[in-house]
Nanobody
């Protein structure tokens, strides 16, 4: 099982980035998929999640700015991030979970300059 995240980079505040996550080795369509982020010195934070039926949740700080989506046929997970703020700077991880099984991608760094 492998989750491969990509799309991170350096962007100025107010800009946009789109993160992608490719899932292989699992039938990702049945998994709850999510994006987490971690900033040095802080706990890992759940940013957004999307169920197999595309029910989404967002942490309050990104509501209205971030959009999570998935393409089950392509085994892809996305996070469209708009109106980025310096506090969004973090390493972003994709996650797939089903019952007791959970898998993590390697992380992609997002840096937002103010």
């Amino acid at each position: 099982v492998q989750l491969q995240a990509s799309g991170g980079g350096f962007v100025q505040a107010g800009g946009s980035l789109r993160l992608s996550c490719t899932a292989s080795g699992i039938i990702s369509g049945v998994y709850l998929m999510a994006w987490y982020r971690r900033t040095p010195g802080k706990e890992r934070e759940l940013v957004a999640s999307i169920s197999p039926r595309r029910i989404t949740t967002y942490t309050d700080s990104v509501k209205g700015r971030f959009t999570i989506s998935r393409d089950n046929e392509k085994h892809m997970l996305y996070l469209q991030m708009n109106s980025l703020k310096s506090e969004d700077t973090a390493v972003y991880y994709c996650n797939a979970a089903l019952n007791s099984a959970t898998y993590w991608g390697q992380g992609t760094l997002v840096t937002v300059s103010s």
